[in-house]
């Protein structure tokens, strides 16, 4: 289902320039992807326009320094700056200790407001793996910023793309 995913992230720019489920199906056929893949992705990708429809952060004016803080102030009007999220244990099996470190750490660097979190954490939670790979975490985090029409910042992009495996300590 990821590579899939992945190669709607790489051909459609933002989310609302994807087709519709039936003709995506079409153009992911063609390209050679197994059915069941197919079909796990769209429902995946329904699942995630469902999700980011009902929430403010769709309502952002684009891209920018200053969109930034706009989501910021329009995420979950009622929500403290200084409240805490407490995974359940589902939550916490399905996706482990270093998926739940890296959502922590997306979280304290300012990059995943509470509603992008939150997002973040229903497709994961819909996403096989038992637990989800932090490779996987990651491209759902992509997928949620893209169904947004929102592209992270550079620094962000690059830890959501870089292969860890390829680091040298110094």
Known sequence: MFEVLVFVYENYWRG??????QQLGRKLTSVGFDPDEIQEAITWLEGLTFATHGTP???????????????????????????LRVYSVAEQDHLGA???????????????PPAMREIVMD????APGDPVSLD???????????????EPDAL???????????RVAH
């Open 16 to 21: 609302d320039a994807c087709p519709e489920p």
């Open 57 to 83: 952060l769709g309502s952002a004016t684009g891209p920018g320094p200053t969109s930034d803080i706009i989501l910021k102030e329009t995420l979950l009007p009622g929500q403290s700056p200084d409240s």
């Open 98 to 112: 270093e998926c739940l470190g890296f959502v922590s750490f997306l979280e304290s660097a300012g990059v995943l």
């Open 123 to 126: 497709r994961a939670m819909a």
């Open 136 to 150: 996987d975490l990651k491209i759902i985090v992509l997928m949620v910023y893209w169904s947004f029409g929102e």
């Open 156 to 166: 962000v992009l690059d830890e959501l793309c870089d292969d860890a495996q390829d």
